[in-house]
């Protein structure tokens, strides 16, 4: 059951209400025990004590939360300070379940996800922790850290009929190399390209990027020269260091100017693909910025455009599930019901090998294949007949950016919002044209 009201449960940092600057109050259900809470806030603390001195190793497999969301502005008003703090919260739940909603949807979409209301927020969000809070006597601000409760954003968006996918995509390692006249750096200083991917918001993403630290270890194992026309083997040692089956070489090539010539090299087991961009700024600080940022969003983009669930276009798949033992096929079974493109599985027979099972998918038949990878799960083509198997050591899907061959017109839109440009009429996909052309925009830079 979920409960509306909230309370502040403070920390050993202050009372409630304190009007301290580095006061954080972690809110919770009013109902909800208020030692859980306050061990709650406990925990955050611990961990962002000891997220300060991680190592690369421990930190290659910290997760990331796709219903979190942080560094949430709040700003309010009202009679008093109890009124402008409820206010602030209100508006924070808002823009935090906002800020979901259009995390797990197509760019091209979301002028069809309906206003927020301050009812809505209070559904979707089951916590929300402020930090940096600045108090007068009619006024509240803050930063948000908010918790959205999955089965409720589920069927919100069901209920919007918006194409989503909350599947998170197999992290990657990312390696920025830049040359500039006479100077190739990865990890050394100044690398103003890596530094433009330390400052965009790289945590809580559908496409998870971990920048790699560039401590001794990293040097010892990779270094700009070797990282340019790597194939696995090289930068397999750094890739097992940080727990991914996936790193991608992002190497920006500055000339006159500030002009940047991005490659992204994708290397996987599998093999090398590599797609090209150009960034413009008024500086190549400016440059690294939106190159990052674009590249960032385009490969979120393509994503979710591949893992889309698209209710309205429904399907039955007829499969048959392979299995060694009947906990093999318990384990299918349940990863099946986790995969939120699948809406119903029907068994129709079963024997102690093998299955024959009807599937009701939302969505197109690669959509269902690379969610279903993610839950590590094969499904095979064979001649027109489906076959699923569990495979305990597959490796799930990356995010594949595909190649701007054809320019992308810039738009007169601005920053992200509920308001997306038109669609590309060729070049990139759909969303990922979209999200190139905002990127551009927000940086001043022309289409390749």
């Known amino acids: 059951m979920h409960i509306v009201a909230t309370e502040v449960l403070t920390t050993?940092?202050?009372?409630?209400?304190d009007t301290s600057l580095g006061h954080t109050g972690i809110l919770a259900p009013r109902l909800a025990l208020r030692m859980a809470g306050c061990l709650v806030g406990f925990k955050v603390a611990v961990i962002a004590a000891a997220f300060v001195g991680i190592s690369g190793a421990a930190w290659a497999q910290a997760s990331s939360d796709v219903y979190t969301v942080t560094g949430v502005s709040i700003d309010a008003t009202g009679a008093d300070p109890a009124q402008a703090r409820e206010a602030a919260l209100t508006q924070g739940r808002i823009k935090a379940a906002d800020e979901?909603?259009?995390?797990?949807?197509?760019?091209?979409?979301?002028?069809?996800?309906?206003?927020?209301?301050?009812?809505?927020?209070?559904?979707?969000?089951?916590?929300?922790?402020?930090?940096?809070?600045r108090v007068s006597g009619t006024r509240y601000l803050g930063d948000v850290t908010a918790r959205l409760n999955p089965q409720q954003v589920r069927q919100f968006l069901r209920r919007s009929g918006v194409r989503f996918t909350e599947n998170q995509a197999a992290p990657s390692l990312l390696l920025p190399v830049l040359d500039t006249p006479g100077v190739r750096v990865l990890f050394d200083e100044p690398n103003p390209w890596r530094a433009a991917w330390e400052t965009i918001g790289l945590s809580n993403s559908l496409v998870p990027i971990r920048l790699?630290?560039?401590?001794?270890?990293?040097?010892?194992?990779?270094?700009?020269?070797?990282?340019?026309?790597?194939?696995?083997?090289?930068?397999?040692?750094?890739?097992?260091?940080?727990?991914?089956?996936?790193?991608?070489?992002?190497?920006?090539?500055?000339?006159?100017?500030?002009?940047?010539?991005?490659?992204?090299?994708?290397?996987?087991?599998?093999?090398?693909?590599?797609?090209?961009r150009t960034f413009e700024g008024a500086t190549i600080e400016e440059a690294s910025a939106a190159g990052a940022e674009g590249l960032r969003n385009s490969l979120i983009a393509s994503w979710k455009t591949q893992n889309a669930v698209a209710f309205g276009l429904e399907q039955t798949v007829a499969a048959s599930v392979e299995f060694t033992s009947l906990a093999e096929w318990a384990a299918i079974r349940q990863r099946l019901n986790s995969a939120s493109i699948v809406q119903k599985v029907d068994v129709v027979a079963v024997s102690p090998r093998g299955a024959q099972v009807n599937l009701r998918v939302s969505g197109?038949?690669?959509a269902l294949a690379a969610n279903l990878a993610q839950r590590q799960l094969r499904l095979l083509d064979e001649g027109g007949y489906w076959t699923l198997a569990?495979?305990?050591?597959?490796?799930?899907?990356?995010?594949?950016l595909n190649d701007a061959a054809d320019a992308v017109a810039p738009s007169t839109v601005a920053t992200p919002t509920r308001t997306a440009p038109p669609a590309s009429p060729g070049g990139l996909p759909e969303d990922e044209a979209i999200a190139d052309r905002l990127t551009r925009q927000n940086a001043g830079s022309p289409a390749p």
């Open 12 to 17: 050993q940092t202050g009372k409630v209400g």
């Open 212 to 276: 790699a630290l560039g401590d001794l270890e990293d040097f010892s194992a990779i270094d700009a020269g070797s990282a340019i026309g790597a194939d696995w083997s090289v930068v397999e040692p750094i890739a097992t260091r940080y727990g991914v089956k996936q790193v991608l070489v992002a190497h920006a090539r500055g000339g006159e100017g500030s002009k940047l010539e991005v490659t992204l090299h994708r290397i996987t087991p599998g093999g090398v693909d590599e797609t090209r």
């Open 390 to 400: 569990f495979a305990s050591t597959a490796a799930a899907p990356g995010p594949i």
């Open 100 to 133: 979901v909603l259009r995390r797990f949807t197509l760019y091209a979409d979301w002028p069809r996800l309906p206003a927020l209301t301050a009812e809505d927020g209070d559904l979707l969000v089951t916590g929300i922790g402020v930090s940096n809070e």
């Open 364 to 366: 197109p038949m690669p």
